[in-house]
């Protein structure tokens, strides 16, 4: 009773902190950006529908960067991964915990299946991140030496061997097989749901309908992106050390309980399993888990 309190809680705090963050500049960005768009233009790029999605839509997106992440046989991929999991759960609890083997294997694949998410979605950010200004600045290269958009698509997915440059490459493909360029950039959007490749879909969008310094308007772009990654890599430098120490201190009190299992195996016993000494490792637990958070939440919260 008293572990299912201390979930109930943890949700209720993490349901509240999500409610109450603050929204993410960069979509603010784009919304202020399309206030000040004449309304010509605004016919022309739909930025409402660019920067505002429903809970479904944030959902499809999700399930798109999953599947494109995981690429081919992702639906095995999770059911082997649900189905280790499961496995990994089972033996721990038949060798520790004995409680009740179908609510913890739940909420230990609920659990898993999260910060799985989080990985996936993580490394492919960091990868999209670290790759569109360098695809970016091969575009521009290829507009400013006279090529037409479609090429210039073509010729980034020749050189850049990385999940932007397939992508461009995907976008030169139905471009040559008359696919509609709202269709395209649609796809690609739910692709790479991100707000640097939304701004340079309206950045396309906008020049290919009406025309502009598309070399310019894609400098500042790149500046602004490669700027906002070496911030980024100066952000994880400063907090690395914070990181690294709030892990050691974490894997203290598990490395404690090994050593424990090994110098006196009673007292471990006492700990797991009597009830009285259920209460020491939910505790521990509950301890671990917040402190981890705060950690993770401080770092997060940095800008």
């Not at 920067?51 to 999953?66: A, G």
């Not at 299946?113 to 996936?120: C, D, E, L, Q, T």
């Not at 210039?152 to 932007?164: C, P």
């Amino acid at each position: 009773m008293a572990l299912w309190l201390l979930v109930a809680i943890g949700v209720a705090v993490l349901g509240f902190l999500i409610a109450k963050r603050k929204p993410d500049p960069r979509f603010v960005f784009l919304e202020q950006e399309s206030k000040g768009i004449a309304t010509q233009e605004i016919t022309a790029v739909n930025m409402k529908g660019l920067t505002q999605n429903n809970f479904l839509q944030e959902l499809s997106n999700l399930i798109n960067i999953i599947k494109a992440s995981l690429g081919r046989l992702s639906e095995l991929k999770i059911l082997l991964f649900v189905l280790t999991i499961n496995c990994f759960a089972y033996g721990i609890n038949e060798r520790w915990l004995n409680v009740s083997i179908l609510y913890f294997n739940i909420g230990i694949t609920l659990v898993s299946s999260f910060f799985a998410v989080r990985f996936i979605i993580e490394k492919r950010r960091k990868a999209f991140d670290n790759d569109f200004p360098d695809a970016l600045n091969i575009l521009m290269s290829a507009v400013t030496a006279g090529e037409s958009i479609n090429s210039a698509f073509a010729y980034v997915g020749r050189v850049a061997d990385n999940d932007v440059g397939r992508e461009f490459k995907d976008i030169s493909d139905r471009m040559k097989l008359g696919e509609s360029i709202e269709t395209i950039f649609e796809r690609s959007c739910k692709r790479f749901p991100y707000p640097p490749f939304l701004f340079f879909v309206i950045t396309i969008r906008a020049n290919m309908e009406r025309g502009g310094q598309l070399k310019n308007v894609l400098g500042k772009l790149i500046r602004v992106l490669v700027e906002a990654r070496n911030l980024e890599k100066k952000k994880m430098a400063m907090t690395s050390e914070a990181r690294i120490s709030a892990k050691i201190v974490g894997a203290i009190p598990f490395a404690f309980m090994l050593l424990l299992n090994w110098i006196n195996p009673q007292d471990l016993n006492f700990v797991l399993f009597h009830p009285d000494g259920r209460w020491i490792l939910y505790y521990l637990l509950f301890s671990e888990g917040t402190g981890m958070f705060i950690v993770w939440w401080l770092v997060k919260s940095i800008r």
